[in-house]
């Protein structure tokens, strides 16, 4: 059974850090490339960073020098350090995966599996 399980979202002071995980299922994380989305209330769902199964990266120009997205394969587990939090980040944040281990056209696919989210809340 594929499982993505987020947590580490909350609500957080502008300015202030999260760290957000996704464990998931070993079947699908060593071979996928892994991303993570988010969706704010009356917006569409967007992918802000991804990474490769061999660590190549992409962002949203949003979120460039303030978003880290990270992967241990030894505990299958994705992470988003999100530093200098704005208002604007309030979002669910979902942890998704592709389905092949590349990024290419990575903000025009559609992700094979996906998370059930963890909302992240940013007062001003």
């Known amino acids: 059974q594929v499982q993505l399980v987020e947590s580490g979202g909350g609500l957080v002071q502008a300015g202030g850090s999260l760290r957000l995980s996704c464990a998931a299922s070993?079947?699908?994380?060593?071979?996928?490339?892994m991303g993570w989305y988010r969706q704010a209330p009356g917006k569409e769902r967007e992918l802000v960073a991804a990474?490769?199964?061999?660590?190549?990266?992409y962002y949203v120009d949003s979120v460039k020098g303030r978003f880290t997205i990270s992967r241990d394969n030894a505990k299958n587990t994705l992470y988003l350090q999100i530093n200098s939090l704005k208002p604007e980040d309030t979002a669910m944040y979902y942890c998704?995966?592709?389905?092949?281990?590349?990024?290419?056209?990575?903000?025009?696919?559609?992700?094979?599996?996906w998370g059930q989210g963890t909302q992240v809340t940013v007062s001003s």
């Open positions: 998704a995966a592709f389905g092949i281990g590349d990024l290419l056209a990575v903000t025009s696919r559609r992700p094979r599996y």
């Open positions: 070993r079947s699908i994380f060593i071979i996928n490339a």
């Open positions: 990474i490769s199964s061999g660590g190549s990266t």
